[in-house]
């Protein structure tokens, strides 16, 4: 029979007190944090460069974009702007339900490029008219920003999809991550406004 003997190794925790907890941080995580406090040196990177970086790495991975119909972008009022609205259209000559989709990227990252090929899938296969918003993205436009831009596309759609082959009397509202929050805030947004405009909710 075989014994293997087993070394315990404990760590030094150095205790950090303050008025409410007393938590031990790890001695190795303690000396890399003084460390990083003492550094001159603080790497920073560009806004635009990430975006630009987060946005190739989600375009990257797309597949070939599925043939349509028809896809037209439309400029639309919001507060002292325009913004984009996409709309795809899968099908001739017949009224469809439609699909207001909101894009993710964490609120700053993102547009409605980057999820071209997805809302052209969903648009194919679901046979639905997507409407696809691009709003204004965060930190230069700070919260509700892009709330209310997403609000002011779906007052725009309702009234408006109908020149597009949409069924206003159909819309339902789906959202991709950071999309997908801004969707739930904006159904209880048109909830509280009185403006239930939407069959379903997909996030």
């Keep these: 029979?075989?014994?293997?003997?087993?070394?315990?190794?404990?760590?030094?925790?150095?205790?950090?007190?303050n008025d409410t907890m007393n938590t031990p941080i790890d001695a190795d995580l303690l000396n890399y944090l003084h460390q990083q406090a003492n550094s001159k040196e603080i790497q920073?990177?560009?806004?635009?460069?990430i975006r630009k970086n987060i946005n190739l790495n989600l375009i990257k991975y797309n597949?070939?974009?599925?043939?349509?119909?028809s896809v037209n972008?439309?400029?639309i009022p919001a507060e002292k702007e325009r913004i984009r609205v996409r709309i795809?259209?899968?099908?001739?000559n017949q009224t469809l339900p439609v699909l207001i989709f909101i894009h993710g990227g964490g609120w700053?990252?993102?547009?409605?490029?980057?999820?071209?090929?997805?809302?052209?899938?969903?648009?194919?296969?679901?046979?639905?008219?997507?409407?696809s918003v691009d709003y204004r993205l965060a930190p230069e436009n700070k919260f509700p920003t892009a709330l209310e831009d997403c609000c002011e596309a779906c007052s725009w759609v309702k009234k408006h999809i109908k020149d597009y082959s949409g069924d206003p009397s159909n819309i339902a509202l789906c959202g991709d991550s950071s999309g997908g929050n801004l969707a739930a805030a904006l159904s209880h947004m048109l909830i509280v406004k009185e403006l239930p405009i939407f069959k379903f909710q997909f996030l």
Excluded: Q, W
Excluded at 4 to 13: C, D, L
Excluded at 63 to 69: A, F, G, I, Q, R
């Design 73 to 75: 972008d439309v400029l």
């Design 88 to 92: 795809y259209n899968p099908s001739e």
């Design 44 to 49: 920073e990177k560009e806004l635009n460069a």
């Design 108 to 131: 700053f990252a993102g547009n409605i490029d980057t999820h071209d090929v997805f809302c052209r899938k969903i648009a194919k296969f679901a046979k639905c008219l997507i409407a």
């Design 63 to 69: 597949d070939l974009p599925p043939s349509l119909v």
């Design 1 to 17: 029979m075989c014994m293997v003997e087993k070394k315990i190794i404990r760590r030094k925790t150095i205790p950090i007190r």
